[in-house]
């Protein structure tokens, strides 16, 4: 934390440095209209020299504020402002040695200072993103690929030039230092395609800053480049102020990095997903452009590996995403026949596998059976829904666990389940049906309370009862209300049964119409002890 008069210090450097980066800036636009005073006396000494000198450390100064308050916990912090520092400390000697008129050679101590700044910054970008990056899937990694290879491939096309002219002699440590700079601008815009293709980061409103500054510095070398190897260079334009531009940007995402304006992360969001979408079109689009053009243009040979690979990438990650979107489907499918309760099939997968099955010839018979908890509504009312729930995943592991691997067992809904039994007869589907009556009459233990339950099995056969399972369906549930309501436990469906069956609908009307019309008569008839010939009750009677 800072004090008050650290605060104020911190606003003053701020202020100061941005009142020297527009000067700079003013004064070298001058010089290039041709308004300002002759570049070669004072006002190029001074605009090139001091005002130069300036402009560079100012923000460095303003990135060590920041790591004197940030401490330890900001390596990122640290690694930005070495770099912005060694930039400064290169054009410094560089200013120093030249300011007279002199001329350095190539390689000299102000190129380390020109070069360290690339490393340094690229370490405090992987650092910033380090604990992201941990999380991210294969997908992610392509997208980010994608778009780091589709963005170098672009870039190499337009430092051709440049790289051709630092490498056209015998290897040495001046051509090693004039391909540094442009090698490093490849990663570096790689890495920023790459970053912004992946999903689920929240950036911090300060990290465009920091964006903005590194591709301030590369297009200011890529100029450069291309202008020094056409030599048509001149000192005192407005290209020179891009390296500086570019310093106080990185110096004010360092500020805001010490601040908490770092990046965060956060689940991935459907913005998130369309930009890495986004970039990773784009950079496959670029990688098909530069193999578009190197048929027609001679092109650099790192162009067109870079370009191939991005498309070898971008290959990878079109199979990967169909084979994600075969695996969604398929889940999405196996969510739909699945009971979300007991993790059986629901009545939607039993009508489908039961249409396969009952056509097979090789299955000559069938039998379904239709079962119904006894009293079920009691412990729902008694023990609540919960407990409810708790009885019917039993319920269905305990079914599991009685039946044959090849039999297929459903919940219908509620308490009602369904088992649908290949090869089997009427004594195999009898004897099933008495094997899980017994399982279920067995206790459950359900939220510490030990419960007895029963079932009721209707049981209909295919052939005889029927071809197709609504009609196995209509028929089983005719018996489970015939076992229900002998209370035998299982019964297996008869012709009889329909009988049964038609009546009870019609004598269901005809009790709502007498109980409407008031037509029952209610008569007490008393019950005598023979023992003792005293009235100990009475018997209410509806004729």
């Known amino acids: 934390m800072l004090s008050n008069a650290g605060v104020a210090w ?25 308004w300002g005073p002759a570049w070669e006396g004072w006002f190029g000494t001074f605009v090139d020299g001091w ?28 690694l930005a402002a070495a770099g912005v520092t060694s930039f400064a400390a290169g054009d410094t000697y560089y200013i120093l040695m030249t300011i007279g008129g002199q001329s350095l050679p190539f390689p000299s101590p102000a190129d380390v200072g020109y070069l360290l700044v690339y490393p340094l910054l690229l370490a405090a970008l992987v650092v ?12 992610v990694w392509l997208d980010c690929a994608v778009g780091s290879l589709g963005a170098a491939a672009v870039l190499a096309v337009v430092l051709d030039p440049v790289l051709d002219s630092a490498t056209a002699g015998p290897f040495s440590l001046a051509m090693a230092v004039a391909v540094a700079p442009p090698a490093f601008d490849l990663v570096l815009v790689a890495a920023i395609a790459g970053i ?6 929240r950036m911090g409103t300060r990290w465009a800053l920091l964006v903005c500054g590194l591709l301030a510095f590369t297009a200011a070398d890529v100029v450069y480049g291309l202008q020094v190897t056409a030599e048509t260079y001149v000192q005192g334009t407005p290209l020179d102020a891009g390296w500086a531009i570019g310093l106080a940007l990185m110096a004010m995402w360092v500020d805001g990095a010490a601040e908490g304006g770092q990046t965060t992360t956060q689940a991935p969001r459907p913005a998130t997903r369309a930009t890495a979408l986004a970039v990773s079109s784009v950079a496959t689009i670029a990688g098909l452009g530069v193999l578009v053009v190197g048929t027609r243009v001679p092109v650099s040979t790192l162009a067109v590996t870079l370009a191939g690979v991005t498309l070898l990438a971008a290959a990878a990650r079109s199979e990967l995403a169909v084979r994600l979107l075969a695996r969604i489907a398929d889940q999405r499918l196996l969510a739909a026949a699945t009971d979300q309760l007991t993790g059986l099939p629901n009545r939607r997968a039993l009508h489908a596998e039961a249409h396969t099955r009952l056509a097979e010839p090789r299955h000559r018979s069938h039998a379904l059976l239709m079962l119904d908890l006894d009293k079920f509504k009691e412990v729902n009312d008694s023990l609540g829904h919960r407990a409810g729930d708790h009885l019917l995943v039993q319920v269905g592991a305990r079914l599991r666990e009685n039946l044959r691997d090849g039999d297929l067992l459903a919940r219908l809904g509620g308490d009602e389940f369904a088992v649908l039994l290949d090869d089997a007869g009427h004594d195999q589907a009898v004897n099933a049906a008495a094997r899980l ?18 079932v009721s099995i209707g049981i209909a056969l295919s052939p005889d009862d029927g071809l197709d399972l609504s009609m196995l369906l209509r028929k089983a549930d005719i018996a489970m209300y015939k076992a ?45 002890d023979p023992v003792t010939d005293e009235v100990d009750g009475v018997e209410a009677l509806v004729p």
């Open 10 to 34: 911190r606003a003053w450097l701020i202020r100061a440095m941005w009142l020297c980066g527009a000067s700079y800036v003013a004064a070298l636009a001058i010089h290039g209209l041709g």
């Open 51 to 78: 005002l130069g000198m300036l402009t560079v450390w100012v923000p460095a100064a303003v990135c060590w504020l920041a790591v004197y308050r940030v401490g330890r916990q900001g390596p990122e912090v640290l």
């Open 128 to 139: 910033t993103f380090r604990r992201h990056a941990r999380a991210q899937a294969l997908s």
């Open 196 to 201: 912004a293709a992946l999903r689920g980061v």
């Open 437 to 454: 009556c017994a399982a279920m009459g067995e206790p459950f233990l359900v939220e510490g309370t030990s419960l007895r339950s029963s």
């Open 484 to 528: 229900k309501t002998l209370s035998t436990g299982h019964h297996v469906y008869c012709l009889a049964d329909d009988a049964d069956d038609a009546a009870r609908p019609l004598m269901v009307g005809e009790l709502r119409v007498t109980m409407a019309s008031d037509q029952f008569v209610l008569h007490y008839q008393p019950t005598i």
